[in-house]
Structures are given as structure tokens and as C-alpha cells.
């Protein structure tokens, strides 16, 4: 399991879970219910911030510098997006299914039923949108989920928000303009011994790709630990697909969830993610070849790792990770 034998005290629970994060396990047997009761205690001892403000919007797929020419990705003769100059491009809806109240799940067909989408891991699209009274079209990146065959966006409605209001009035067979794609962090394969996702609302669909990655790969043996946050229950996008890896990979995958109002006996994190939470479950910063990732709105940014100067430009690093010790170059923002 992730954490080794654990007993009732607090100490042994952090120094349990923080031998995962750091070696890896020896043996399986943890108790789950008390890891999680104790990290309950660890986040609601001090909030540090609002995954949802009032209309902020995560800065999940803002766009991210070129990757270097050692790290260039060989776009496949069949992608249907090959960047450059080759213009918008309009796919076809075909699904929606919903996910909460407020986010879907929306589903486009690649141009031909042979195509792949020429998105590398993590990368990008821009959609646009102009409606009958619009006097400039709606432009905004989303990170698909998937790509494989069509391309899958998980996305929330947000009030006055132009792009995915359209989103979801769509209805299948209308079109949308796609153009891309963006690249992002250029992941490859067993490049860091572990990497920890932290995220809040939204900005969960590149730790996705991230993660879904790392999992697809039989040759790809790195550590995730992901540290999610959200207002409720309701709102955790993703829970069934990663729990199906935290099954699949529990030596390798463990998932933290933190709940702003959490429900009658919710036995993980309370409140907000804090210092003692990641101290607790993040990988030592000492550690070899880790890699910290992180992408939700902005009050997230602000507490955990500061903020970006701009896509291209990752700024310093601030907040609970330069705090426990984390370098600039452990981390990256989406």
C-alpha cells in the first residue's frame, strides 16, 4: 500500500506516509481511515486560501515557453493539429456528459477516423467562438483529458463567461473552432523518481494528462502523489479515474482530497491545503529528481508556489513550497 503500518499517534502516521513519499514502501497494510482522519486534523488547522473566488478562472492551459531543441516532439504525419501556421480548425461535437452541476465532460471527433491529435504530453488548445452579437470572438485554451481518436475537455460553466457558456448550450453535431496546439511542461518518461500534482478546482485537467501519461506507459515507473482541492464533494472532477489508478497502482499512486465544506463524516482533508498537509504527503525536497506541478486559480498560485509572469515566464517561486524548502526548479506552474 502507499503508507506503511501505521498506529494511532500523529507522528507515526506523518513519518509513514513521508517514507512513500520519499524511499518507497517495504511493506502493505495501512489503515487508509487513519492516515486520512489525521490529514483531516492537518488541513483544517489553518486555512490558507479559496480554491473557487467569485468569477477567477484557473490559469490551466494559459499557454507555456516552447520546449527546447533537445525536447522537440515529432509531430505524427497523421496529427490532426500540427501547430505553425496551419489555421483553425473546426471538430465536430460528439458527446456531452455531464459531470456536477456546473462542469461537463465534452467529447470532439478528430477530422478523419484515422487521425491522432498531434498533443503532446502536456500541452494545449485554443477554442473560438463568435456569436451573432459578439464584436470579437471568445478565445480560450482548455487541456484535454484525452486524445486519442477525438479529444475530451472537462469543462465548467462560469457565469458571463463567453467560451464555456457556448460550451454548454452546444448540442452534438454543432462544430467549434480548435487551433494548436500549446505546448506545456515536455514530460518523458522516468525523467523524476516522483512527481506531486497539486491542484484546485479545474486546473486538475493537465495533472490528468500528467498522470494518465505516466500510467499508459509499462516502461514509465515514477511516483505521483496528487493533492486535490475543491468546495465540495460534488465538485471533484475526475474522482472515478483516479481512483481507478490509486487500484491499479496503489505502490505508486495515492490520491489527497481536500473539501472547503466537506459533508457529514468526510474522513479526508477539511478546510484548505496548508503546510502541514504537504509536508506530510509531498516527496522530501532533498529528493532526487522530483517534480512538483501546479495549476488551479489564482488564489491557489498565491499561497502555494506564486504566481506567473506570463506563459512564457514561470517568476519566482513563493509560498508554502519555497517554504518547505523546494527550489524553483522543482517546480512548475501550469
Known sequence: ????????????????????ATPGPTSSG????????????????????????????PAAAEGGAPPSASEQYTVPSNSAFTGGDQGWIDLRLQDVEKINHNTSKFRFQLPNKDDVSGLQIASALL??????????????????????????????????????????????????????????????ANAHSHVALIAGGTGITPMYQVARAIFKNPDDKTKVTLVFGNLTEADILLKKEFEDLENTYPQRFRAFYVLDTPPEGWMQGKGHINKDLLKTVLPEPSTEAIKVFVCGPPGLYKAISGAKN?????????????DLGYSKDQVYKF
Do not use: W
Open 127 to 188: 477554442t473560438k467562438y463568435q456569436g451573432p452579437q459578439m464584436e470579437k470572438p471568445a478565445i480560450r485554451p482548455y487541456t484535454p483529458t484525452n486524445a486519442r481518436g477525438h479529444i475530451d475537455f472537462v469543462i465548467k460553466k462560469y457565469p458571463n463567461g463567453p467560451m464555456s457558456e457556448h460550451l454548454h448550450e452546444m448540442k452534438p453535431s454543432q462544430t467549434l473552432s480548435f487551433k494548436g496546439p500549446i505546448p506545456k511542461y515536455p514530460y518523458k
Open 1 to 20: 500500500m502507499f503508507a506503511r503500518q501505521v498506529v494511532c499517534s500523529a507522528r507515526p502516521i506523518k513519518n509513514s506516509i513521508r517514507r512513500y
Open 30 to 57: 495501512s489503515s487508509n481511515t487513519i492516515i486520512y482522519g489525521t490529514l483531516a486534523t492537518l488541513s483544517a488547522a489553518g486555512g490558507v486560501y479559496y480554491y473557487s473566488q467569485m468569477g477567477a478562472k
Open 310 to 322: 506570463s506563459p512564457s515566464d514561470q517568476g519566482e517561486l513563493s509560498g508554502i513550497l519555497k
